[in-house]
């Protein structure tokens, strides 16, 4: 694995183990955790079977992620 990569994918496995009743997906689909997987009692209703992007950007690095407004973003592509 890339080193620059490693944090995210870091992240990644620790929200899907702690929000997602540690789903395992593959890297090749489309959705980091798809709409049916995302049904768990931690999840705030209004956000359950939607699909979930996990996003990561390192801190103190300049990053092309930076969104700072994910339900204006989802609003805006709907």
């Known amino acids: ?7 995210g ?6 929200v899907r183990n ?17 709409p049916e997987n995302n ?6 209703s209004v956000y359950r079977n939607i699909p979930v ?3 990561t950007a390192k801190y103190g690095r300049r990053s092309d992620l930076e969104m ?3 339900r204006g973003a989802l609003m805006f592509h709907s």
């Open 1 to 7: 694995m890339v080193e620059v990569q490693y944090h």
């Open 68 to 70: 700072s407004d994910a």
């Open 39 to 44: 049904t768990q009692k931690s999840i705030p």
């Open 9 to 14: 994918f870091t992240f990644e496995k620790w």
């Open 53 to 55: 992007s996990v996003k």
């Open 18 to 34: 702690t929000f997602f009743d540690k789903y395992e997906g593959n890297y090749m689909q489309k959705w980091d955790i798809p």
